[in-house]
C-alpha cells in the first residue's frame, strides 16, 4: 500500500506536467486545427526565464513573469510565423511550427551555454503525510497546479466572452466570422494561453533540478498524450496525461522484474505503447470528437 501512493503520487506528478503541456496543443488546435509543434521549444523557453529570472525575484515571481514573458513569445510567434500563412493547407503551418520550434531551442541553447542552469526547489525535498505515506511535496504541488489551471481554463471557456468565442471559432470559423466575432483575435489569444501553460510545465518540470537543452523532450510525450485523450478534448488531455504518467511511473518502477530482451527504457515508451493500444479501439482518442464526412 505504501509502495502504491507513492507509485501514484509520482506517476500524478509527471503526469500534471504532461497535461499542462497537452492543453497547450490543444487549445491552439482547437482553435485552428493546427497542431503546433512549437511548443517543446516554448517550454524551454519559459524554464530558462524562469530560471534566470528566480533568484532576482523568487520563484513565484519568476514562475509568474516566465509565464507571462513566453505568452507573449507565443503570441509574436503567432502574429509573425503562422497568422500570415492563415488560408494555407495544414500541413504548411505544421511545418512553420518547426521551423519556430528549431528557432527558439537554439536562441534557448546559447542562453543555457555548455552548463545547466538551475531552477531550484521552494520546496526542497519535504514530503508530507498522504494516508501515512510520506510523498514529496512538489509532486502534490504539480498535481494541485493542474488541477487550478485546469479549473481557471474550464470557467475561462465557460463563462467568458473571449471564451465562448473560442469555443465558437472552435466549432465554425466562418460562421463565428459572420457573428463578428475575430477569428484572428481568438488564433492570437489561443496562442498566448498555450505559451504560458508551457512555460508552467516547463517551469514545474525543472523544478528541484536543472534546465538543460534536453528539457524539451518532455514535451515530447504530450503528443501521444492529446493523441490519446483527443486532438480537441481539453478534459481529455488532463485525464490522459495523469493516466500515462501514473502508468509510465509503475513500470519505470517494476521495470528490474522485466525479461532482459525488453531492454531498459520500458517506461520511456509507454506514452507511445497506450496510444497505439487505445487508438485501436477509438481512433478519435478517448474523449475526441468523432468526425463523419458525407461523400
Known amino acids: ?3 502504491a501512493i507513492q507509485i501514484l503520487s509520482r506517476g500524478l506528478g509527471a503526469g ?3 497535461a ?3 492543453l497547450g496543443f490543444v487549445i491552439i488546435y482547437r482553435a485552428s486545427r493546427v497542431i503546433s509543434f512549437a511548443q517543446p521549444a516554448l517550454m524551454l523557453a519559459g524554464a530558462v526565464i524562469v530560471s534566470r529570472l528566480a533568484p532576482e525575484v523568487g520563484f513565484y515571481g519568476a514562475l509568474a513573469a516566465g509565464m507571462a514573458l513566453t505568452a507573449t513569445l507565443a503570441l509574436a510567434v503567432e502574429r509573425v510565423a503562422v497568422r500570415p500563412m492563415v488560408g494555407r493547407p495544414v500541413f504548411t503551418v505544421a511545418i512553420i511550427t518547426l521551423g519556430v520550434d528549431a528557432v527558439i531551442r537554439v536562441f534557448a541553447n546559447s542562453v543555457i551555454g555548455v552548463g545547466l542552469l538551475q531552477l531550484g526547489d521552494p520546496w526542497g525535498l519535504s514530503e508530507t503525510t498522504v494516508f501515512g ?3 514529496q511535496q512538489r509532486s502534490l504541488v504539480i498535481v494541485a497546479a493542474t488541477a487550478l489551471a485546469g479549473t481557471i481554463l474550464y470557467v475561462f471557456f465557460r463563462f467568458s466572452r473571449m471564451g465562448l468565442a473560442m469555443r465558437a471559432v472552435a466549432v ?3 460562421t463565428a466570422l459572420a457573428h463578428g466575432i475575430s477569428v484572428g483575435a481568438v488564433f492570437a489569444f489561443s496562442w498566448a494561453i498555450a ?4 512555460a508552467l510545465g516547463g517551469a514545474m518540470a525543472a523544478v528541484g533540478g536543472s534546465v538543460d537543452a534536453n528539457l524539451w523532450l518532455t514535451a515530447l510525450v504530450a503528443l501521444p498524450v492529446i493523441i490519446l485523450g483527443g486532438l480537441d478534448s481539453l478534459p481529455g488531455a488532463v485525464v490522459a496525461g495523469l493516466v500515462v504518467g501514473v502508468v509510465q511511473e509503475t513500470l519505470a518502477t517494476y521495470q528490474h522484474t522485466f525479461p532482459n ?3 531498459g527504457n520500458v517506461a520511456t515508451l509507454t ?3 497506450v496510444m497505439m493500444i487505445v487508438l485501436l479501439v477509438r481512433p478519435y482518442g478517448l474523449f475526441g470528437t468523432r468526425e463523419v464526412e458525407r461523400v
Open 271 to 273: 506514452p507511445f505503447a
Open 261 to 263: 530482451w525488453l531492454g
Open 195 to 198: 505559451g504560458a501553460l508551457a
Open 1 to 3: 500500500m505504501t509502495e
Open 20 to 22: 499542462l503541456l497537452s
Open 172 to 174: 465554425d470559423q466562418e
Open 133 to 135: 505515506v510520506e510523498v
Open 16 to 18: 500534471g506536467i504532461y
